[in-house]
């Protein structure tokens, strides 16, 4: 996120401290393009470039930042598929970290 212009920054970081205290960010959804839909995006455009945040918070007590990265559709406004299975890729990951991290821990809390 460190090499994107400063605005940009600024907004992701707005909004994900938004999530981190279990708001929702003004502009926030479902990701969409067959992506499960507890993956959720922020965009945020600047300079005629447009970035993207995709994030998480499907596990009880944990939100998980999956990928940030400038859009760079080749067609259209879908975000290319080497970007989809990238935050694919880590939305399993975050799962299998919160099971094995966190899930018998809230499930005490209950």
Do not use: C, W
Not at 83 to 95: G, M, S
């Amino acid at each position: 996120m460190r090499s994107m212009p400063e605005d940009v920054q600024d907004a992701f970081g707005a909004a994900l401290l938004d999530v981190e205290y279990g708001d929702v960010p003004e502009g926030a959804r479902a990701y969409g393009e067959g992506l499960p839909k507890e993956i959720l995006k922020i965009a945020e455009d600047d300079d005629g470039n447009t970035y993207r945040a995709a994030y998480t918070v499907a596990f009880a007590g944990v939100a998980y930042v999956l990928a940030v990265f400038q859009k760079k559709s080749k067609t259209g406004n879908e975000t290319p598929k080497t970007d989809k299975a990238r935050v694919l890729e880590r939305y399993k990951a975050a799962k299998a970290h919160y099971e094995s991290t966190y899930a018998k821990l809230f499930r005490k809390q209950k």
